[in-house]
């Protein structure tokens, strides 16, 4: 059974740092992607970053990019999220996601942690 389980959300003022980890258990996703994705209250859930297991290249939201730095650490089937410079546009539940390398593999997903920014 997959679990992801996020942690490091919580509330910060503008301006501020939050650092986001998922830790996944069950697979392995060293050679697949993780990232992450957010839902604002009201909103749809979109795409924040990820990185590709195959050689670590990066994608970024163009609202986030310059802020949030996505990282990962294959040993402990990890990947974080530096966010900073947060801004109130950035309070959202924010989820975890991953996918085994390969055609066809299903998407996993946290159950999301919350980022309240203040103003």
């Known amino acids: 059974q997959v679990q992801l389980v996020e942690s490091g959300g919580g509330l910060v003022q503008a301006g501020g740092s939050l650092r986001l980890s998922c830790a996944a258990s069950g697979r392995t996703f060293s050679s697949g992607r993780m990232g992450w994705y957010r839902q604002a209250p009201g909103k749809e859930r979109d795409f924040v970053a990820r990185i590709s297991g195959s050689d670590g290249t990066t994608y970024y939201a163009d609202s986030v990019k310059g802020r949030f730095t996505i990282s990962r650490d294959n040993a402990k089937n990890t990947v974080y999220l530096q966010m900073n410079s947060l801004k109130p546009e950035d309070t959202a539940i924010y989820y975890c996601?991953?996918?085994?390398?390969?055609?066809?593999?299903?998407?996993?997903w946290g159950q999301g942690t919350q980022v309240t920014v203040s103003s």
């Open positions: 996601n991953a996918r085994q390398a390969g055609i066809g593999r299903p998407d996993y």
